[in-house]
Each structure stands twice: as structure tokens, then as C-alpha cells.
């Protein structure tokens, strides 16, 4: 109530992880670190996977959580947990204040740290006997506000190196990842783009910083591009298991990188950075756009790179406009996230999670503006969907109040954090939970084969580990709260569904979709987890 009363928002969750996961997503939508209150002990440990989420990522939040008194540290106080030592090695910095005088002292830092450098997660330790404590005005050391990050520039010569590079590619792609979406980098990435035509490909969370709709996208021939390029601009991406590491099978072995990082620590990590250009990725991109206008350098259409790309694009588009044209019940992926896309407005944020709704929605929705697109990220993390969710809805009511924000979540993901609904409603949240439902992780079992293998038998031993409840309802969950929950089994069930949901202004909506359960991606050329030949 002591902050209520300063201005600060206040969001109370049902869960603590839900809470660190809303935290840093609103830490990734406007670079400023919200801070996720924790009680001690369990609660503590309950947010360890979300500092490790927020690390993963690079994303700043600050957690500050409640101890036992100091004085009964190992007599076996109530929740007794090392929990400074316990955090430490999931977040960058990890501290105890001594004393209350120096609580400013220690906010300061933790403000820097979880913002400056590489954004990351950071851990404030609070024991109840230096809370229940007193201090004069006079004896705190208080400390001026943070300033915003400085803006670091690469080394001109290096960046004279790149462009060079870049202009003898026969075969260049760019790489926007979500580093570039934090840095609000899109408006030098999109006039180099715009610039040069070359062919650029999003990360999940890279999408929007330029649209998805842009002529240079070529998202749909990932794969050929990743194999063929020669060149490969990083803007804000690194080459972990996301990119496959760089390495053979899925990039060319000759291939040439130059990267832009905040951290030098990331250059030459899976394989040699042909270029390294160390700085803040809005201000190196700013460079490398005034070097590569200077050039006039614009890469040509009728090459064969690009004719090959512009081919695979049309090839791809076309199967999974098939899979989108087929609204035989029971439905499918394709067709689903097609009357989905369709029917929504534009520019709509967009969270997904789960196996195959997050990794085939990622290819069907388009994203147009960046940090529009929140999603399992670098940690592959299940049980985000609704922290994120409300985080996004909240900087929507305050910066954009008639902009939606949309929830895709398969039923496994839906789960993870389902009592959130609450919470979304209790704070007046309209966002809109799609459940897309194949009664189990990337395929279920149909009622028939279900019941035969759990009725009169152990169905610990008789069901498979990805099994879910066939039919489970879980729009219903919407009658606690007094909204609305729909079933939906048609294309004309979903439309319809959708645009009602879409009418209402202060309650989350739960659409709840049954698919095939053995409805599956388009055949991939390589698994997205491709081994990387070590």
C-alpha cells in the first residue's frame, strides 16, 4: 500500500513465477526494469525460473524478496533459505543490504546492473528485522536516479570492415533478433534494409522490427537461407540453439559473420566472428546505415540468391496456404491460426506458447511493429504466456488503449499458469486466451483410443507422457470470473468467437478450439533442434 500510495502500480498474482514473468516483460516492451515482490523461502525459490527466464533472455527485472530475521539465520527460522546465495547464479547481481541507510545504495545498483551492459535479472534481499527497522532521513545515503544506458559506438574501422564485407556477399542475409527489438533499433535496421534489398530473416521474437510483410522477408525459405549465405549480418541474434549455433548442417561452413552486441563476451562463441562490432545496436546500426547509404550499394533482384530465395518463399507459402484452405473438421493448425490472423485487427500483440502452436503460429501471424510478439525465447520457457500476457495488456491500457493483446496458448501451455485469468480480470484485463486444443503435447490421444487405454487399467502405465484430456473444457474456466468462454470446433465457430471477444473491454476471454490430435507442422528439411556437428 506504501507504493500504491507513491503511484506505483501494484499487480497482485496468484503465483510468483506469473509475477517475474510479467516483471521482465515489461522490462523487454519499454527498457525499464519493473520489479516482481516476493515472499521469502518458497516464494523466492518459485521465481528462480523466471530470473533465469529474464537472464536467458536479456531482460531487465529486479526482484526483491523478504528473509528471516538475521539474527535466526541456521536455528531453522520460518522459511529459512540462503536465498542470496540460492539466486545468484541466475541473475547478475545478487545482495543484501547491511543496513537501511544503504537501501538506496543498493536500488541504484540494482537498477544499473539489470539495465547497463547485457539487461539481465537482479536480486534484492530484504530480512525481516531490517524491515521492521528505523533510520533517520539524514543518516540514508541517498542516491541520485539512474540515467538512462549510454549509447556506445562501434570502432569506425570496424565498421568500415563490415560494410566491405557486406558488399562483396554473393549471397548476404541479415539476422534481426529480439536484441534489436529491446534496443528500438528498428528505424536504422529498416532504412538498411529498405537501402540495400537484401534479404533479412526474423527471430520469433525479432519479427516486426521490419514487418514481416516487407519484400526482403524471407521467413518462409529459413532454412535454404540459413544453408546458403555466405554473409551474415547479427543484429541483435546470437548463435545459440535458436540459430543452431551457427554450424553445420544448417549454415554454410564457410560462412562469414559480423555481429553487433552489446557484450563483447558473445563474439567468436560458436564459431569465429568475421567482424565484431561492439555497441549499443540502435547506435551501430545508425553507423552502418550512413556508411552502406554512402555506397549506393543496392543488391539486385535478378541475382540468383535472390531468385532461388524468392522461389523457396512462394513454395512454402503455398503449402501452408493448402493446410490453411482445409477447414475439414477436425481442425487443423494452418486453418485455425489462418481465421485467426484473418479476423483480428492489425498489429494486435501477439503472445504464444506451446510445441506446435508457438513454432507453426510464429510462421502464420504476421507482426508488423516491433516487441509485438512475446514468446517462449532463448530458455524455451513453458508458463509465460499469461504473465506476459498481462504485461503486455497493462502497457496497452496506459500507451495504447485500443490495441489488443492476444494469447495463443496450446493446452499443455495453458496449464502452466491458468489461474492468472483471475488476476487478468481482477485488473480489468481484456485480453484474448486462445486455447488450441489437441488434447495433449504436439499430439493427444482421440476420445475412443483415450478411454481403451485408461478405462480398467493403471493409466499411469497405459497413457502416454504427452497425453492430456481429451475435450477438456477450459472456457468454463471463464464462469468463475463472470465472462465469457467459447467452444469452438468450426472455422465459422472461431470467427464468430473471436469477434465477440474482441467487443468486450474489461474481462479476459477464453476461446477454447478443438484440433485433429494428430494434426502437425508442414514436413521440416531439418528438426528445429538440429544437433550441431561439434
Known amino acids: 500500500m506504501a507504493l500504491q500510495l507513491e503511484g506505483i502500480k501494484y499487480i497482485g ?48 527485472v529486479i526482484v526483491i524478496g523478504g528473509s528471516s530475521d538475521q539474527a535466526q539465520e541456521r536455528l531453522g527460522a520460518f522459511q529459512e533459505c540462503f536465498q542470496v546465495e540460492s539466486s545468484r547464479l541466475h541473475c547478475k547481481m545478487s545482495a543484501r543490504p547491511p543496513n537501511l541507510s544503504s537501501i538506496p545504495r543498493f536500488v541504484a545498483d540494482a537498477v544499473k546492473l539489470s539495465t547497463y551492459g547485457r539487461p539481465g ?38 565498421v568500415a570492415k563490415a560494410v566491405k564485407l557486406i558488399l562483396a556477399a554473393e549471397k548476404p542475409l541479415f539476422i534481426i533478433g529480439k536484441g534489436a527489438a529491446y534496443a528500438k533499433a528498428e528505424d536504422p ?16 521474437m525479432g519479427k516486426g522490427v521490419v514487418s514481416d510483410l516487407h519484400r526482403c522477408c524471407v ?30 548442417p544448417r549454415f554454410n561452413p564457410d560462412v562469414k559473420v559480423i555481429q553487433i552486441d552489446i557484450s563483447p563476451e558473445e563474439f567468436h562463441s ?58 475439414e473438421e477436425p481442425l487443423n493448425y494452418y486453418a485455425v491460426f489462418h481465421c485467426i490472423q484473418e479476423t483480428l485487427p492489425k498489429n494486435c500483440m501477439i503472445i504464444s506458447e506451446g510445441a506446435n502452436t508457438m513454432d507453426i503460429g510464429r510462421t502464420v501471424f504476421m507482426n508488423e511493429l516491433p516487441r509485438h510478439r512475446l514468446d517462449a525465447g532463448t530458455f524455451g520457457t513453458m508458463g509465460v504466456g499469461f504473465g506476459y500476457a498481462i504485461a503486455a495488456a ?47 503435447i504436439y499430439a ?28 477438456c473444457r477450459y472456457e468454463k474456466m471463464a464462469e468463475m470470473y463472470g465472462g465469457k468462454g467459447y467452444v469452438c470446433k468450426s472455422i465459422k465457430e ?18 477454447n478450439v478443438f484440433i485433429s490430435p494428430v494434426a502437425q507442422r508442414k514436413a521440416q528439411d531439418f528438426d528445429w533442434l538440429t544437433r550441431a556437428k561439434m
Not at 535496421?189 to 520469433?204: E, K
Open 13 to 60: 498474482f496468484r503465483n510468483e513465477q506469473a509475477a517475474c514473468y510479467a516483471a521482465q516483460a515489461i522490462g523487454y516492451i519499454t527498457r525499464k526494469p519493473a520489479v516482481c515482490l516476493t515472499v521469502s523461502g518458497p516464494g523466492l525459490l518459485h521465481v528462480i525460473g523466471g530470473m533465469s527466464n529474464a537472464q536467458s533472455n536479456c531482460w531487465p
Open 121 to 158: 535479472a537482479v536480486y534484492l534481499d530484504f530480512p525481516g528485522d531490517l524491515l521492521n527497522a528505523t533510520v533517520s532521513e539524514e543518516d540514508t545515503d541517498w542516491i541520485p536516479s539512474i540515467p538512462e544506458p549510454p549509447s556506445t559506438m562501434a570502432s569506425p574501422c570496424q
Open 189 to 204: 535496421i529498416r532504412n538498411i534494409v529498405n537501402q540495400t534489398n537484401i534479404p533479412f530473416l526474423p527471430t520469433p
Open 219 to 248: 521467413g518462409p525459405a529459413r532454412s535454404l537461407a540459413l544453408q546458403k549465405a555466405d554473409v551474415v549480418v547479427l543484429f541483435g541474434a546470437r548463435l545459440n540453439w535458436m540459430l543452431h549455433f551457427g554450424r553445420l
Open 270 to 327: 560458436s564459431l569465429p566472428t568475421a567482424v565484431a562490432l561492439h555497441g549499443d545496436l540502435r547506435t551501430v546500426s545508425k553507423q552502418l546505415e550512413e556508411e552502406l547509404v554512402k555506397t549506393g550499394h543496392v543488391f539486385k533482384d535478378s541475382s540468383l540468391w535472390w531468385m532461388s530465395l524468392k522461389e523457396k518463399v512462394c513454395q512454402n507459402r503455398e503449402v501452408n496456404q493448402r493446410s490453411a484452405e482445409d477447414t
Open 394 to 440: 497493462l502497457w496497452c491500457r496506459d500507451n495504447s488503449p485500443r490495441k489488443r493483446v492476444v494469447c495463443i496458448e496450446g493446452d499443455s501451455a495453458f496449464g502452466f499458469s491458468a489461474m492468472e485469468v483471475e488476476t487478468m480480470s481482477r485488473y480489468k484485463l481484456p485480453v484474448i486466451i486462445i486455447v488450441v486444443n489437441n488434447n495433449g
Open 444 to 471: 493427444g490421444l482421440d476420445h475412443g483410443l483415450f478411454h481403451d487405454l485408461a478405462d480398467g487399467s493403471d493409466p499411469a502405465i497405459t497413457l502416454p507422457p504427452t497425453s492430456l484430456t481429451p475435450g
Open 494 to 511: 472461431l470467427h464468430s468467437a473471436v469477434e465477440n471477444a474482441l467487443k468486450e473491454t474489461s474481462k479476459p476471454t477464453i476461446i
